[in-house]
């Protein structure tokens, strides 16, 4: 075995919570070395997930304008859509530019990255191998690094279910993303915010859509009166949802497969160009070499850690989707921060009540905080207050007016407990909540902040003002 190099601060996975993290850790003064696997940084997020789905819904959304503004008195002659043009677009001008970005901001902070695959071996030492298949990696072989402080953000992968091998015409949100043409019938097998929303996207541009959800209905996580508003759109784009049913089997050709599920015991079938699977992922954490450490991990193999990210391990901390918390990017960032603080001797703590969710539907659907009945069961004594964008100027005036704006609040103080948006610019305006669930803030601090008009984030501050009983475009 060669000898082992000596390192500060050890990262790996270049993802949201890794980058970071080292950029964090930088900055604290860390000497800091960063290990990917991949060729390029950014990890799921800006290659694979947030970033790329947001590039292929903002040209569903350019297809559909240039084609339905009738009610503008603008009538075009019948867009079309050169496919490999967008993808090629998405991947230059919008995936490449923002991973370089990170490479950039990487260098400028002055760390070290490793491009390998990171294996422990101790509490206190690891390996980085060659990138390649596990049977050729030889034990002896790699850099060895012992480090002081580890922080892991190996995030991680889509879950593939029977019947439904990767491969072909049935591929992954991945495979999903990168599509050579829009698919004339498109099946998405999983209704959760990364099928509904790439499920919206193919409706835009062109497909014909069915989404087979498991349970009874699409969106688990956001309420029944938030998912009616994107149902009602998605019936709108000509999506078929069908719930309670289980995805049995399929069956593929060269130029189309089709999906066996079964309904209330009746088995139906359903042909497309292409079946993308999101049911959901699994974290990255069973070829780490966890074994050879103290690490723990919990029966969804989530790393076990304190508040901090600290892992049984002393000097090991775990971040991002293979740590506790919703699996999202801004989730990792937060994480990626603290723990690089806490390994500078910051008390810095998660708190993941003030942690958003959005899901980029028609419209936007965006939460923070408590929902109602999660406070009742709370124990809390809880009113809310609902603004529909129906009555805000400029919802009406972007033709945007489904939806609404709903706050959850105590009854005695009026604490803002949760929030709801539904509704156009749903995902920037969940930051106004977020910030009053974080800083337990009330109703009036809103209504007595003056928001700016015409804007859609009116409604929140009309919200407030239904909150302490004077409404006033109601
Ligand atoms: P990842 O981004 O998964 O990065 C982990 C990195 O670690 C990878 O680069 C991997 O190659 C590397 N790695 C793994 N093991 C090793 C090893 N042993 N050695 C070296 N390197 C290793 N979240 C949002 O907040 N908003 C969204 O809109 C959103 N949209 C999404 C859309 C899709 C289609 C998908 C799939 C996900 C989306 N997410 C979204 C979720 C988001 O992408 C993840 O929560 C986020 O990427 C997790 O960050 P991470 O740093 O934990 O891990």
Redesign the pocket.
């Known amino acids: 075995m060669a000898d082992a190099e000596k390192k500060e601060t050890v990262i ?7 980058y970071v993290a080292a950029i964090r850790a930088s900055e604290l003064g860390q000497k800091v070395t960063l ?4 060729d390029t ?5 800006l ?4 970033v790329p ?2 590039a292929l819904i903002a040209a569903g959304h350019r297809l559909q304008e240039a084609n339905n503004s009738d009610e503008y008195g603008i009538t075009s002659q019948g867009a079309t859509i050169d496919f490999s043009k967008t993808q090629e677009w998405k991947q230059h001008d919008v995936v490449d530019r923002m991973t370089n970005g990170v490479s950039m901001l990487l260098k400028k902070h002055k760390v070290e990255v490793i491009q ?4 422990l071996d101790s509490d206190t030492r690891l390996r980085v191998m060659p990138v390649g298949p596990r049977q050729f990696m030889d034990n002896n072989n790699g850099q060895v690094i012992d480090f002081d402080n580890l922080i892991i ?4 992968h ?1 879950i593939e279910i029977p019947g439904f091998k990767f491969d072909g015409r049935v591929v992954d ?2 495979g999903g ?1 990168n599509l050579p043409e829009v698919p004339k019938e498109f099946v998405v097998i999983g209704g959760g ?2 099928g509904t ?2 499920a919206g996207a193919y409706a835009n541009l062109g497909s014909h859509v069915t989404i087979i959800e498991g349970t009874d209905s699409i969106l688990a996580g956001f309420t029944k009166d938030m998912v009616a508003v994107v149902l009602k759109q998605l019936k709108a784009k000509g999506v078929d949802v069908i719930t309670g049913a289980k995805a049995k089997s399929s069956t593929q050709d060269d130029n189309s497969v089709t999906v066996t599920y079964e309904v209330d015991g009746k088995e139906s079938t359903v042909t497309a160009d292409y079946c993308m699977v ?1 049911v959901g ?1 699994r974290p ?1 954490t069973d ?2 070499g966890l074994e050879y450490t103290k690490v723990e991990l919990d029966d969804r193999g989530l790393v076990k850690t304190d508040e901090q990210g600290r892992t049984a391990s002393e000097h090991i901390f775990a ?4 740590a506790s918390g919703p ?6 960032f937060f994480q ?1 921060k603290v723990a690089a603080g806490a390994i500078s001797g910051k008390k810095t703590a998660n708190d993941y009540i003030g942690v958003p969710a ?1 899901c ?1 539907s028609d419209p936007e659907l965006a939460v923070v905080g408590l929902t109602e009945s999660q406070a009742k069961e709370q124990g809390l004594e809880v009113q809310t207050a609902k603004f529909p964008f129906a009555g805000n100027a400029r919802a009406v005036s972007l033709y945007e007016a489904d939806g609404f704006v709903h706050l959850i609040f105590t009854k005695d103080e009026g604490t803002v407990l949760g929030g709801e948006v539904a509704g156009p610019g749903a995902s920037d305006l969940i930051a106004e909540l977020s910030l009053a669930v974080n800083g337990r803030m009330n109703v009036e601090d809103i209504a007595l902040t003056i928001h700016p008009h015409p804007t859609l984030s009116e409604p929140v501050q009309e919200a407030a003002d239904i909150a302490l009983g004077f409404p006033t475009h109601i």
């Open positions: 790996i996975g270049a993802g949201p919570g890794g290990i990917e696997k991949s940084l950014g990890g799921v997020c290659n694979v997930g947030c789905s947001k390998g695959e990171a294996v953000a190996s995030g991680s889509p949100s991945t993303l915010y990364v929303e790439l999101t992922r990255n070829e780490l971040i991002g989707d293979i699996a999202l990017a801004h989730k990792a990626g959005v980029f």
